[in-house]
Nanobody, 111 residues
Framework: QVRLVESGGGLSQPGGSLRLSCAAS????????MAWYRQAPGKQRELVAA???????NYADSVKGRFTISRDNAKNTVYLQMNSLKPDDTAVYYC?????WGQGTQVTVSF
């Protein structure tokens, strides 16, 4: 069974950077979309960034210009580079490959 393993979460001060990674435990025959979602306490899960197999990207308005999604096809891995972090970015971040979800990694932005 495919399992997605996330890493890179943690604590950052406002204005800082973090890089999230998400790797599939085994090969997925065809990954048509990789994405990052997040869920803050008391809020619904929301799409942060997505990257299709053709290279098309989509970002939430709140992260445009600050976050970058990228992939390493050889490693079945997706990354989320997060710069200029804000307290509002605090949430559990989940990766998603097609219909498979990761377990989530906590990102906290605070002094």
């Amino acid at each position: 069974q495919v399992r997605l393993v996330e890493s890179g979460g943690g604590l950052s001060q406002p204005g800082g950077s973090l890089r999230l990674s998400c790797a599939a435990s085994e090969g997925i025959p065809y990954i048509y979309i990789m994405a990052w979602y997040r869920q803050a306490p008391g809020k619904q899960r929301e799409l942060v960034a997505a990257l299709t197999s053709s290279g098309t990207t989509n970002y939430a308005d709140s992260v445009k210009g600050r976050f970058t999604i990228s992939r390493d096809n050889a490693k079945n891995t997706v990354y989320l580079q997060m710069n200029s972090l804000k307290p509002d970015d605090t949430a559990v971040y989940y990766c998603k490959f097609n219909l498979f979800w990761g377990q989530g990694t906590q990102v906290t932005v605070s002094f």
